[in-house]
């Protein structure tokens, strides 16, 4: 049989596009998996294989057995959501602008899907995201239990985790590296009574007061913990199963430690001081133990290493890729940690910096050393409460007055040896054997503020409106949050808005105000946008600076003057000035999606921003 075959010569452009393409393909399949399993409020000491004997994780212990265990990793941030945009960002809270709890990143602020899918990557979350705005996923996996209720989902009890896993390796993206964060709310509070755990017999670390109560509060966070093992078990054993198992970094860490006192909220070593374990094969050696020094903030320039990227310029992370493959046995001299409470304590703020060595020594800076530290601790637990046993037990023991204090007033400065004195109850700053390491970490630590460029006035004042009798004020730059403010109180019949403009030739937001409206300047026009999109715009500004004056009452009627001009006046036919939920801004938008061809940040000046209510305030206050 004689088959006369014609080929078809193949033109040179389809030829390169499919080289070039089974060349990327093939590039993108050489790149390893990583998949991290993050748990929520887990202290170090609180996994079986960093030495705790009661609680049950064999599915971390394996873990390790399998991998890199970190015994020096910390936190940036003892607080979730300060403590998620740190490590997703690489930047530290005072750079990235996540510095209050439930704060938003700065505009603009890339974040780790940015850099990955720019390396061929598929980038995906599950569960618990706590990062505002949300970045850039690809997809939102299992959002059902990335809430905070009902506590009974946050296990993923309908498995949308491993059903991505085992779907995604044999899907369309088969070939697309993926980058997976599975972080489940598990062992967060509040925590459920009962389990595998008799509080009786278990050992309490040093830093608790010893009661009932306490026992039976710390046997039901172990037993949140187990879930959370469990939950590691099933993600790992679905990598396993896909074929994939060789080719992915996983990793598994806390975002902080645990809420207990002296541990969250706290920058002492319970709250920064994380479990950090990683997985892979071939190239990560098993069962290994590493004391190198750590930070969250390393994550992402780690990630951006082992994904084959460049390094980042101006992140604050450095990538610890060599420590893993057994070429450093080092990483940071030091590592920088703080605290800047939650913003519904405004009137208790009590920011912390602080600087741990790796030598193990602790230097801590206490701001408002004189304010009561106050936390959901003490305020408003909703379960398993035992904090009124600490007080009831320091009235007689010499031990519980000192932890109980120790938790709620801090001296300026303290410094630790957590080698000899783990549970930080010896502050060496009293004394003068130690002043030489003293002024040493001193020196790190205020070398470090100024790099970041964060001074002593904007710690002391914090991302907090500064409040007078019926009114309160902000500076430009800052954005303060709904939960800084008694929504009872502050709420005006009439807003009255002063703010000083220098500069009107200058695009930008002036004022974002709870999701409800924001003031911008636009081809030198004011204009008023609302949170239902509507706009309204005065005439041309004819002056270059001068005095604004906002009035809105909460039957709508809107008037602006500027220098004493009236260029606005409407009826909006709707109340606009209730404090909802979102920011009060001076000079950008923290988190309101912009119209086309408005700019966020306002390059002018604003000296500032006073609000008050029902009445314009020309006395001193």
């Not at 598929?122 to 959002?143: L, M, Q, S, T, W």
């Not at 450093?328 to 602080?354: A, C, I, L």
């Not at 130690?434 to 004042?461: D, P, V, Y």
Request: aromatic share 12%; glycine share 8%.
């Amino acid at each position: 049989m004689n088959l006369n075959l014609k080929f078809q010569p193949v033109s040179r452009n389809v030829l390169w596009v499919f080289l070039l393409t089974a060349c990327v393909l093939q590039a993108q399949k050489s790149k390893p998996n990583i998949i991290i399993f993050i748990s929520d409020d887990q202290s170090q000491i609180d996994v079986g294989c960093y030495g705790n004997t009661d609680v049950y994780t064999p599915n971390m212990d394996q873990l390790a057995m399998e991998g890199m265990r970190f015994t020096a990793a910390y936190a940036a941030t003892p607080m979730c959501a300060p403590s998620r945009s740190n490590m997703l960002t690489g930047l530290y809270p005072f750079r990235n602008g996540s510095q209050m709890n439930h704060f938003a990143l700065n505009p603009e602020t890339k974040t780790l899907p940015d850099y990955l899918k720019k390396l061929g990557y598929y980038v995906a979350i599950a569960g618990k995201v706590d990062v505002y705005p949300k970045p850039n996923f690809d997809r939102h996996i299992g959002e059902y239990f990335g809430k905070y209720f009902p506590v009974e989902n946050r296990n993923d009890p309908r498995n949308a985790t491993t059903e991505f896993i085992n779907g995604y390796f044999k899907g369309e993206n088969k070939n697309k590296p993926l980058c997976l964060i599975v972080a489940t709310w598990l062992p967060h509070v509040p925590w459920q009574e009962g389990g595998n755990y008799a509080p009786e017999k278990l050992k309490l670390p040093g830093y608790l007061v010893d009661t009932p109560q306490t026992r039976e509060a710390l046997a039901a966070y172990y037993q949140s913990i187990a879930k959370a093992d469990k939950m590691l078990g099933k993600i790992l054993e679905s990598v396993d199963q896909s074929g994939e198992g060789d080719n992915t970094v996983f990793m598994f860490f806390s975002d902080q430690g645990t809420q207990f006192p002296g541990a969250k909220w706290t920058t002492y070593d319970q709250g920064l001081n994380v479990p950090f374990v990683v997985r892979w094969p071939g190239k990560v050696k098993a069962g290994t133990t590493t004391d190198a020094l750590i930070s969250l903030t390393d994550l992402t320039p780690t990630l951006i290493d082992l994904a084959g990227g460049e390094p980042i310029k101006n992140l604050d992370g450095i990538s610890f890729k060599d420590v893993l493959l057994g070429k450093k046995e080092q990483h940071r001299d030091y590592v920088f940690g703080e605290t800047s409470m939650e913003p519904q304590y405004w009137y208790n703020y009590t920011p912390s910096r602080t600087v741990i060595d790796a030598n193990g020594w602790q230097y801590i800076k206490n701001y408002h050393p004189e304010r009561r530290f106050i936390t959901h601790i003490d305020k408003v637990e909703q379960n398993m409460f035992y904090f009124d046993s600490w007080v009831e037990k320091a009235k007689a023991s010499d031990r519980a007055n000192f932890l109980l204090n120790r938790y709620s007033y801090r001296p300026p400065e303290e410094l630790y040896n957590l080698k000899t004195d783990p549970w930080e109850t010896e502050n060496l700053i009293k004394g003068h054997t130690f002043s030489r390491k003293e002024e040493q970490l001193k020196r790190q630590l205020n070398n470090e503020l100024l790099r970041q460029g964060e001074g002593m006035a904007t710690i002391l004042q914090g991302d907090l409106p500064v409040f007078h009798s019926n009114s309160y004020s902000i500076s430009q730059g800052m954005s303060v949050s709904d939960l800084s403010f008694e929504r009872d109180r502050w709420s005006p019949k009439t807003l009255i808005m002063n703010l000083y403009i220098d500069g009107t030739g200058n695009n930008g937001v002036l004022c974002e105000y709870f999701n409800q409206f924001r003031l911008i300047l636009k081809n030198r026009k004011l204009g008023i946008v609302l949170g239902d999109g509507r706009e309204f715009f005065s005439d041309i500004l004819s002056d270059v600076n001068g005095h604004l004056l906002f009035q809105l009452s909460n039957k709508g009627k809107l008037s602006v003057s500027f220098n004493g001009a009236d260029i606005v006046n409407h009826s909006l036919e709707k109340d606009f000035t209730a404090i909802n939920s979102g920011y009060f801004s001076c000079g950008l938008a923290r988190m309101q999606q912009l119209n086309q061809g408005e700019q966020n940040y306002f390059k002018g000046k604003i000296s500032g921003i006073t609000v008050s209510m029902n009445k314009l305030i020309r006395e001193p206050r």
